[in-house]
């Protein structure tokens, strides 16, 4: 490695963690720092090729944000993910194509379509790592997040067809080559990473060393993400239905594998994030300083004209979709409402074996995530641009036949519409979020509702595990130790006080073995009460995982008193 990266990364690391301490936005610090600091005639001017970028950074960080997406809400904001992350990219580039061909036409057509597809997908570094920083809601978290998690997909599908047109010729461009080539990527991409998913839970199910799952967890988004790249699909795609599937089903996994995979993503983002966003500030001077005297106006006003679209466009779609969404979604209703007066529905579910559906079972399916005037306006402001389009605008200048003039111009336009985004809107969006009260407390009580009613449930589930246990300990040892376990059981469920708890006498005290089978099995069916919850909705995603997080921290103390004191009994 060349050792100005290696120093690039150090410093990247330093700014991000006094940014962490002070409690600010690291991507926002590094970007304005590198920036800062790419005048100075002694920083290292470093150039990393676009599709190295590209492989590199980008299928770690979806593969990690993938993760932690909570897939039942990220299906149920599904309709409003693809309007985003495919209608808005598909717009935004049209868009801005049009208006860079005519300002620049040396650009041409397909030129000017490419520049539209780099700089149309916000970037899900910048979703993620500014979002979580500023304490948006999951509501508009999980519709961010999604929405750039699958945007690059279809930005990248863009960007082949008229990257294919500009080295080929107009010949190489067919809108139906372009649907079908999206389809195909989707397809290819969803089971490539499904299979490497389905193999990665497999092996988390039967290894217990967290050090090769880890390991290999580290490894398999790049290979999800080669494999469908050459096969045709989507390696953005695959990476996050690996993802996707590899944390939904997390849970299943033993709590040593998930303990050591939380800080290791950690750190890995850490690291990548530091680094992209340093990259990003340190190249806007060697950029501009490409350009010819004669192209340094053109290609700055067509650059601010360009960032100027691309952060109107958003609003302009952000809202018309919303209330085309919620139409829709009355429209359903209504002809499902016909369908059922006529018997219709229920001739079909007859048919298929199945029970009619309810008109609230069909509210629920149909149900968008309801997001008020004041949430799409976080929405829309959230269009921080970063890594995606760094890449494919320094892979773009590589381009046979695009001249150096036009691809100048997409680098130097690229990075303006980046930096710019992640300045403008990153810092103004703290304000934005305050101004319009976003961050309210309604996800805190539905949270604490939801806690409540599954500690009750989690307590009758662990009372009838007890019950079953405590014939089996009737029939092994006696009934004249029921005494000790029912002792026991009371700790477990903390029906008397600490105070109380630690008075009871466990005489006969039960073997270290016999504790540590009816701690863990109390732990096992607890845990799987979440789990079913979860399934049956009744319980949001994110509380399972922190009650998850909490009972994986409970087995960590019962296997740490194993380990440091093998003969002690309780």
Do not use: C
């Amino acid at each position: 490695m060349d050792a100005s990266i290696f120093f690039v990364i150090v410093g990247a690391v330093a700014v991000a963690a006094v940014a962490r301490w002070r409690g600010w936005p690291a991507p926002l610090l590094v970007t304005v720092v590198a920036l800062a600091a790419s005048f100075i005639p002694i920083v290292p001017n470093i150039v990393i090729d676009g599709h190295v970028l590209l492989n590199l950074v980008l299928p770690p960080l979806l593969y990690s944000a993938a993760l932690d997406v909570s897939f039942v809400s990220f299906a149920r904001a599904m309709p409003q993910i693809r309007r985003l992350g495919v209608g808005l990219v598909v717009a935004t580039t049209m868009i801005v194509g049009l208006v860079a061909y005519l300002l620049l036409p040396e650009l041409g057509v397909f030129g000017a379509l490419l520049l539209g597809a780099i700089v149309a997908p916000p970037d899900a570094v910048s979703a993620a790592a500014i979002g979580r920083k500023l304490g948006l809601p999951r509501r508009i978290m999980t519709v961010l997040s999604g929405e750039s998690l699958i945007n690059d997909a279809t930005s990248l599908t863009l960007y082949r067809v008229f990257a294919a047109a500009v080295v080929v010729g107009p010949t190489a461009f067919h809108i139906w080559s372009t649907v079908g080539q999206f389809v195909l990527a989707v397809v290819v991409g969803v089971l490539i990473g499904v299979v490497f998913g389905l193999g990665m839970h497999q092996l988390r199910m039967r290894s217990d060393d967290a050090v090769i799952n880890g390991t290999v967890g580290l490894l398999a988004p790049f290979g999800a993400y080669a494999i469908a790249e050459q096969l045709g699909g989507s390696g953005v795609i695959s990476v996050v239905a690996m993802g996707l599937f590899v944390g939904f089903n997390a849970p299943r996994t033993s709590y040593t594998t998930r303990q050591q995979e939380a800080p290791l993503w950690l750190s890995a983002d850490f690291l990548l994030e530091s680094f992209v966003f340093a990259y990003i500030g340190l190249q806007l001077p060697r950029v501009i300083g490409d350009l010819a005297d004669g192209e340094v106006g053109p290609v700055i006003v067509l650059s601010i004209v360009v960032l100027l679209v691309v952060l109107v466009v958003r609003p302009l779609f952000v809202y018309p979709a919303s209330v085309w969404g919620q139409w829709w979604t009355r429209l359903k209703l209504r002809r499902w409402q016909r369908r059922r007066e006529s018997g219709v529905s229920e001739a079909i579910a007859e048919r298929r074996g199945r029970h009619p559906l309810t008109e609230e079972q069909l509210r629920q399916q149909l149900a968008e995530t309801k997001l008020s005037w004041r949430d799409n306006a976080v929405i829309s402001w959230a269009g921080m641009r970063g890594v995606v389009t760094l890449a494919t605008a320094l892979a773009a200048a590589d381009l046979a036949r695009i001249g150096d003039q036009a691809s100048h111009a997409i680098v130097v336009v690229a990075f303006v519409v980046t930096v710019g985004t992640l300045l403008l809107q990153g810092l103004t969006l703290p304000w934005l979020i305050k101004a319009l009260g976003v961050v309210d407390g309604r996800e805190a009580a539905q949270d604490a509702r939801q806690l409540a009613a599954v500690r009750v449930r989690s307590r009758e589930v662990g009372k009838a595990y007890l019950r079953d246990m405590r014939k089996q300990w009737a029939t092994q040892h006696g009934e004249e130790s029921l005494k000790t376990f029912d002792a026991f059981a009371k700790r477990l469920i903390r029906v008397e006080t600490d105070a109380e708890t630690s008075q009871i006498d466990l005489t006969p005290r039960p073997s270290y073995e016999q504790f540590m089978t009816m701690s863990k099995g109390w732990l096992s069916v607890r845990r799987q009460l979440l789990l079913t919850e979860r399934d049956a909705g009744n319980l949001s995603e994110e509380v399972m995982h922190e009650l998850v997080t909490a009972m994986d921290a409970e087995e960590l103390a019962l296997d740490t008193r194993a380990a440091t004191r093998p003969q002690s009994r309780v």
